[in-house]
């Protein structure tokens, strides 16, 4: 089966930095993936991690250590805008299994 | 670009009532994946589908549980007779290809389905 970990709930304050961590289990690995979602919206997709290291898109960054079966999300200068809850998604024998997800809120 | 199209938006029903959930997919994309989220589980897979047919069935909880696929551009999800723990919200995604299934699903808004 697949089964991932992440915090529950982080406060950061605007303009920070905020990581998100994620440990998962899974019988077969393809990658890992992140997905934003605020209060009432849907999931939208924010990154994707195949290989080992540090993708960068724009203030969000993601990580994957596939030996540590770890990856990180990485947000700089928070917005409060990014107030959101954040999953990691984990692709093996099925497409995606996603953690509980990470709720963040950012405070002024 | 319309994205995918989910009706209702909310729906609440008596227990023991029969629930439709539409979903239009994105068009041009193969897969369609059904998804309900509530507060203790999380975000769950229940089916998906590739070329309109069915390719994991595992997370549907129980026979009360049915998704068609009648053509590519249409999925129903329905639930006969409902009861107050399928409460929750039902999503349905999309995506081009079977690599992407693995990354970026594209989410529809969601059916917030309440079961009293």
Redesign the interface.
């Known amino acids: 089966g697949q089964s991932l970990e992440q915090p529950s709930e982080v406060t950061a304050v605007e303009g920070a930095i905020v990581q998100i961590n994620c440990t998962y289990q899974t019988s077969g690995f393809?990658?890992l993936?992140w997905y934003q979602q605020h209060d009432g919206?849907?999931?939208?997709?924010l990154s994707?991690n195949?290989l080992d290291g540090l993708e960068e898109t724009g203030r969000f960054s993601s990580f994957l250590s596939r030996s540590d079966s770890y990856g990180y999300l990485l947000l700089q200068e928070l917005q409060m805008k990014d107030s959101a809850s954040y999953?990691c998604a984990v692709?093996g024998n099925?497409?995606?299994?996603?953690?509980?997800?990470t709720r963040l809120s950012v405070i002024a | 670009d319309a994205g995918v199209i989910q009706s209702p938006r909310h729906e609440v029903t008596e227990m023991g009532q029969e629930v439709t959930l539409r979903c239009k997919p994105i068009s041009g994309h193969d897969?369609l994946?059904w998804y309900r989220q509530t507060m203790m589980r999380?975000?769950?897979?229940l089916i998906?589908f590739n070329n309109n047919v069915p390719i994991?069935d595992s997370g549907m909880p129980e026979d009360r549980f049915s998704a068609k696929m009648p053509n590519a551009s249409f999925s129903t999800l329905k639930i006969q007779p409902s009861e107050p723990r399928d409460s929750a919200v039902y999503?349905c995604a999309s995506t081009p290809d079977s690599r992407s299934?693995?990354?970026?699903?594209?989410?529809?808004?969601?059916t917030r389905l309440t079961v009293l």
């Open positions: 393809y990658g993936s919206g849907a999931p939208t997709f994707y195949a999953f692709a099925t497409p995606l299994v996603f953690g509980k997800g | 897969y994946f999380g975000l769950e897979l998906y994991d999503f299934s693995y990354n970026e699903q594209f989410f529809g808004p969601g």
